[in-house]
């Protein structure tokens, strides 16, 4: 099939703007990153919730919307307290609440709209408030930059994925929810992953890690990435839509974007946070 060269233009110029936006926003500080993580879970949430509500299912998009945004931006309450993580905890729990007393006042709700609503939330916006804390953990240019390359680990995965597959797949992996993905594609994904994670090392000694760690790693977020993009296809053929939003020419929605990174966020932060205990339990720098 021959390719479209103005839907290629468009799909290359709205990946470039989000990798520009998003890579940025991480880069320059803390409460840049923090913004950007907020307002991202904002709209994958709103994405996620409209599909539910195409299919006609009744959660409350606005509420779960706002609910997503305030969850990682809260953090900047307490950036460098003990409690940082309280915040987010606290505005979930209020929004459950809030969201509890419409579904008892609005009796067309059911308990499945409320259960769509919560989980939207926690699924969007507590993933990309790890991969903030990221950020934290590390302060200044490396830490700008660690979290630049976890970034492009993760979306390297999808290129060399679809680059392996496409020059050598032959074994579907999930044909019923993903019939394009192969397992040549998912170890080329994960050794693109596994690359940009041993750059980490090279160029942010402070990371706290050494290449053994990071090549681990990186095949482990690797494959973790894949069952985000897995899970959230699922998501899309249990609504029956193809994509989750039309936010980005040629790519669909921001969630489409994201559905790696939310899984890889929480596990390259227990993985960075990790690595000084692994190295003291074994006895040698990793």
Sequence with gaps: MAINGNDLFKRIC???????????????????????????????????????????????????????GVIPISMLADTYGVHIIAWPLG???????????????HIERTGVDVA????????????LAAFALIRLHLHGFEGGLMC??????????????????????????????SPKKTWEGIIFGMVGSMLFWLLIPLFCPDCGFGYVWAALSGLVCGA?????????????????VKDSGNLMPGHGGLLDRSDSLLFVS???????????????FVGIAL
């Excluded at 599909?51 to 706002?66: H, Q, Y």
């Excluded at 973790?224 to 029956?240: A, P, Q, W, Y």
């Excluded at 227990?270 to 690595?275: E, R, S």
């Design 14 to 68: 709205a990946g470039a703007i989000y990798i520009g936006i998003t890579g940025a926003c991480t880069f320059i500080s803390w409460w840049s990153c923090v913004v950007c993580m907020g307002v991202t879970a904002a709209i994958c949430c709103h994405e996620f919730l409209q599909m539910a509500k195409r299919e006609g299912f009744k959660p409350f998009v606005l509420l779960g919307t706002i609910a997503a």
């Design 91 to 105: 505005v979930s729990f209020v929004a459950a609440v809030v969201i509890l007393l419409l579904f008892v006042r």
């Design 148 to 177: 630049v390359l976890i970034l492009l680990s993760v979306w390297m995965n999808d290129v060399f994925a679809y680059l392996g597959g496409s020059a050598f797949g032959k074994h579907k992996f999930a044909p019923k929810i």
């Design 224 to 240: 973790v990435g894949i069952m985000g993009d897995l899970t959230e296809s699922r998501f899309k053929r249990s609504f029956n």
């Design 116 to 127: 769509l609503t919560i989980f939207g939330f926690l699924y969007c916006a507590f993933p």
């Design 266 to 280: 929480v596990v390259a932060y227990l993985l960075v946070v990790a690595a000084p205990y692994a190295s003291a």
